[in-house]
Each structure stands twice: as structure tokens, then as C-alpha cells.
């Protein structure tokens, strides 16, 4: 249930969420933004991107103080004058992930798999090609024992004969919890974080940083990516209306559409009323 009054932190997913479908953020909801910090209220926007997308990251949430990114295994500190301070930095060993991956495939079969490996300004991802994958500009093809040469941020894996959540569901019988976290973001892929890597995980990072409880927060999402945070999160838990049956389910309040700058219509009532 809504807390009456302000919440100390507010935290946004946004791809899907905040930002639209045309992968643009509208000049009001950078303005709504912008009046939720000038009220003291720290903004976080927390994404599975990885740090690779920084620059996008910060260009389409301007108003952050914090970014959680890489699903929870990358948190950035903004708010430090001499500049962006990273909090976390998680990886998942290659031995694990080639270990699990051959657990998946001899359940699925063969599975298309794409690794987020460096940090680098907008470095590619690594792997199979696939023609559904949105960002081919920041794709580069390389073999599985290339993918595994080295410790990732996140790993990316579909297969032909399974919808992602069937995927997701079969996976997560396989792989337990303390070898990998697993979900989905809305782009037809499995995603393989490090265990203990989540958004919730990822905002405790910055809520201790700023002393906040998470009783006192409030967040939008619109994927099973952002269930964690939806469990963490107390003042209120808020879906857009183009969100994935699974959050809408958990949802304390759902807002307009991400093209309908949901968020910022949400944030500008809260501020007003």
C-alpha cells in the first residue's frame, strides 16, 4: 500500500519503462526528474544493461544519482564531485558458465548463447549471432570457447523451440540459485547473472550508501527482471501498463504506458498532490 507522503528514494527500470518505445525518454519526464531531486529525493535508475551502456544509461536518465546496471552486478555512485565511484562489481566465473550452459543444452538443446564480457564504452557482445537480437550494431561474432575465455558480467541464451519464459522456467530447475541468478528483460533471451546479482541486491548497495530503508522506497518496472525489486521495495511497487503479466501480479499500482511517460505522469501527481 502507498505510505502517505514522499519516498525517500525512487528507483526506475528503463528500457520498456522509462524509456519509450522509439528508445527516446521525453523532455517532461526528464522535467518530472529533475523536481523529484530538487525535492531531495535521491533517483536511481536501475537496469540490466551493463557498463558498457553508460553513457546511453546516463543520457536517458540524466536526473540519477545512482545507476544499478547489469541486472544489480555493476552500481555506480554519481553524486561524488570527483566523479562516478562504482560500488559493485560482479562477475560470473567462465568455468561456472560453461558448466551450466552444458547442463541447459543437454536438457533444450542447442542454445544460442551471447556473453557481456567487458566494461568498456560501448564494447560489444560477444557470441552467436541471432537475426532477433535488437543492437546488432554492438555484436561481434565469436566462438563459444572465445565467449569463455574470460569471467563475464552476464550471459544471454535462447533456444529455437522454447518462448523465454518456458526457457526461464526449465532453466531455473537446472541451475539453483547459488550457481547463477536467471530471468528475463523483455528481449527473447535467458539472462545469467552472477548468484546473489539481482536489482534488488543491487539497490541494498545504494539504499546503505544513503541510509535509507527499503520501507521507504519507491519503484516502477515493467519485466520479471525487475520481481526482486518489487519484492524489496515498501512504499510502493508500480507497473506500467505495458508491463509483463508476472509484475503487473505483484504490483501495488499500475501507471500509463512507457509511451505514455508513465513514470513521469505517476511522479508528477505524487509531486502535486
Same mark, same amino acid.
Given at each position: 500500500?502507498?505510505?502517505?507522503?514522499?519516498?525517500?528514494?525512487?528507483?526506475?527500470?528503463?528500457?520498456?519503462?522509462?524509456?519509450?518505445?522509439?528508445?527516446?525518454?521525453?523532455?517532461?519526464?526528464?522535467?518530472? /526528474?529533475?523536481? +523529484?531531486?530538487?525535492?531531495? #529525493? &535521491?533517483?536511481?535508475? *536501475? %537496469?540490466?544493461?551493463?557498463?558498457? @551502456? !553508460?553513457?546511453?544509461?546516463?543520457?536517458?536518465?540524466?536526473?540519477?544519482?545512482?545507476?544499478?546496471?547489469?541486472?544489480?552486478?555493476?552500481?555506480?555512485?554519481?553524486?561524488?564531485?570527483?566523479?562516478?565511484?562504482?560500488?559493485?562489481?560482479?562477475?560470473?566465473?567462465?568455468?561456472?558458465?560453461?558448466?551450466?550452459?552444458?547442463?541447459?543444452?543437454?536438457?533444450?538443446?542447442?542454445?544460442?548463447?551471447?556473453?557481456?564480457?567487458?566494461?568498456?564504452?560501448?564494447?560489444?557482445?560477444?557470441?552467436?549471432?541471432?537475426?532477433?537480437?535488437?543492437?546488432?550494431?554492438?555484436?561481434?561474432?565469436?566462438?563459444?570457447?572465445?565467449?569463455?575465455?574470460?569471467?563475464?558480467?552476464?550471459?544471454?541464451?535462447?533456444?529455437?523451440?522454447?518462448?523465454?519464459?518456458? /526457457?526461464?522456467? +526449465?532453466?531455473?530447475?537446472? #541451475? &539453483?540459485?547459488?550457481? *547463477? %541468478?536467471?530471468?528475463?528483460?523483455? @528481449? !527473447?533471451?535467458?539472462?545469467?547473472?552472477?548468484?546473489?546479482?539481482?536489482?534488488?541486491?543491487?539497490?541494498?548497495?545504494?539504499?546503505?550508501?544513503?541510509?535509507?530503508?527499503?520501507?521507504?522506497?519507491?519503484?516502477?518496472?515493467?519485466?520479471?527482471?525487475?520481481?526482486?525489486?518489487?519484492?524489496?521495495?515498501?512504499?510502493?511497487?508500480?507497473?506500467?501498463?505495458?508491463?509483463?503479466?508476472?509484475?503487473?501480479?505483484?504490483?501495488?499500482?499500475?501507471?500509463?504506458?512507457?509511451?505514455?511517460?508513465?513514470?513521469?505522469?505517476?511522479?508528477?501527481?505524487?509531486?502535486?498532490?
Amino acid at each position: 500500500m502507498t505510505r502517505p507522503g514522499l519516498p525517500k528514494l525512487i528507483a526506475t527500470d528503463l528500457d520498456g519503462t522509462l524509456v519509450r518505445s522509439d528508445d527516446t525518454v521525453s523532455a517532461y519526464t526528464h522535467g518530472v /526528474l529533475d523536481r +523529484v531531486r530538487a525535492a531531495g #529525493i &535521491p533517483v536511481v535508475g *536501475a %537496469t540490466g544493461r551493463g557498463p558498457r @551502456l !553508460g553513457e546511453l544509461t546516463r543520457n536517458d536518465i540524466r536526473a540519477a544519482d545512482f545507476l544499478v546496471m547489469a541486472g544489480g552486478g555493476w552500481v555506480v555512485d554519481q553524486s561524488d564531485p570527483s566523479g562516478p565511484v562504482v560500488l559493485r562489481d560482479e562477475r560470473l566465473p567462465a568455468e561456472v558458465l560453461a558448466r551450466l550452459l552444458a547442463d541447459l543444452e543437454a536438457q533444450v538443446g542447442p542454445l544460442t548463447v551471447m556473453v557481456e564480457a567487458s566494461d568498456e564504452h560501448d564494447a560489444p557482445l560477444w557470441g552467436d549471432y541471432h537475426e532477433s537480437w535488437p543492437y546488432q550494431d554492438r555484436f561481434e561474432a565469436r566462438t563459444r570457447d572465445e565467449c569463455l575465455a574470460s569471467d563475464v558480467i552476464k550471459a544471454f541464451a535462447r533456444t529455437a523451440d522454447h518462448h523465454v519464459d518456458e /526457457l526461464l522456467a +526449465v532453466a531455473r530447475e537446472i #541451475i &539453483p540459485p547459488q550457481v *547463477a %541468478t536467471l530471468t528475463q528483460a523483455g @528481449l !527473447g533471451f535467458v539472462e545469467i547473472c552472477p548468484p546473489g546479482v539481482d536489482k534488488a541486491t543491487g539497490l541494498t548497495v545504494v539504499a546503505q550508501t544513503l541510509g535509507v530503508d527499503p520501507a521507504d522506497v519507491l519503484v516502477f518496472g515493467d519485466m520479471p527482471n525487475d520481481l526482486p525489486m518489487f519484492g524489496w521495495a515498501g512504499w510502493s511497487r508500480v507497473a506500467v501498463a505495458n508491463a509483463h503479466p508476472a509484475l503487473r501480479a505483484v504490483a501495488d499500482e499500475v501507471t500509463l504506458r512507457n509511451d505514455d511517460d508513465g513514470v513521469a505522469v505517476y511522479l508528477d501527481r505524487l509531486l502535486s498532490r
